[in-house]
């Protein structure tokens, strides 16, 4: 299927780690990439290629990939980190598709 | 630095169409596709197509097919999403972004807020 499930809400106090699933056919064959979005603003990449971050991107933040789930992994997280966060990953048809996205607390 | 750059905020009424535009600076527009994303208010992103720049090729989602037609014009680095027959329901933020590189660069508009209402 080309539909991406995420958990809609995850919440952290701060110093613990969160960690947000993504699952699809998909994301068997195909790069899962991850982006924050803060209230009012353009979303933020922050893993691509499943595990990689770009630069810039805290070391706090990983990804990992198992099968057909990828999950995103904020060790320590921070206050500044409570944000939406979405996978996103191109089905065979080279069509785009963003999971449902996922509010991450952190109090 | 790469910069995309969108129109202003639209006001619409249902039945009409809608063209946002996205200005593309600090690398070579033919290079890289542009994608649209749409965000309805308090909702999650929707990815809509994408336009190679190139080739004028385009790629829509299913949901979008028939309503919604990509063009770009490379003497201006500039791409456009034209909208039609806008319902209600359309009342979002679109985003154009341009995935590039290896995939570290995913660069995005401000965003486009696009109000349809009678």
């Known amino acids: 299927s080309y539909e991406l499930t995420q958990p809609s809400s995850v919440s952290v106090s701060p110093g613990q780690t969160a960690r947000i699933t993504c699952s699809g056919d998909v994301l068997a064959k195909k790069y899962a990439r991850w982006f924050q979005q803060k209230p009012g603003q353009a979303p933020v990449l922050v893993i691509y290629k499943d595990s990689e971050r770009p630069s810039g991107i805290p070391e706090r933040f990983s990804g990992s990939s198992s099968g057909t789930t990828v999950t995103l992994t904020i060790s320590g997280a921070q206050v500044e980190d409570e944000a939406d966060y979405y996978c996103?990953?191109?089905?065979?048809?080279?069509?785009?598709?963003f999971g449902g996205g996922t509010k991450l607390t952190v109090l | 630095q790469v910069q995309l750059v969108q129109s202003g905020a639209e006001v619409k009424k249902p039945g009409a169409s809608v063209k946002v535009s996205c200005k593309a600076s600090g690398y070579t527009f033919t290079g890289y596709y542009m994608h649209w994303v749409r965000q309805a208010p308090g909702q999650g992103l929707e990815w809509m197509g994408w336009?190679?720049?190139?080739?004028?090729?385009?790629n829509y989602a299913q949901k979008f097919q028939g309503r919604v037609t990509m063009t770009r014009d490379t003497s201006v680095s500039t791409a456009y999403m034209d909208l039609s027959r806008l319902r209600s329901d359309d009342t979002a933020v679109f985003y154009c972004?341009?995935?590039?590189?290896?995939?570290?660069?995913?660069?995005w508009g401000q965003g486009t807020l696009v109000t349809v209402s009678s």
């Open positions: 972004a341009s995935p590039q590189g290896d995939g570290s660069g995913f660069f």
């Open positions: 996103y990953s191109a089905a065979d048809n080279n069509r785009g598709v």
């Open positions: 336009i190679n720049p190139n080739s004028g090729a385009t």
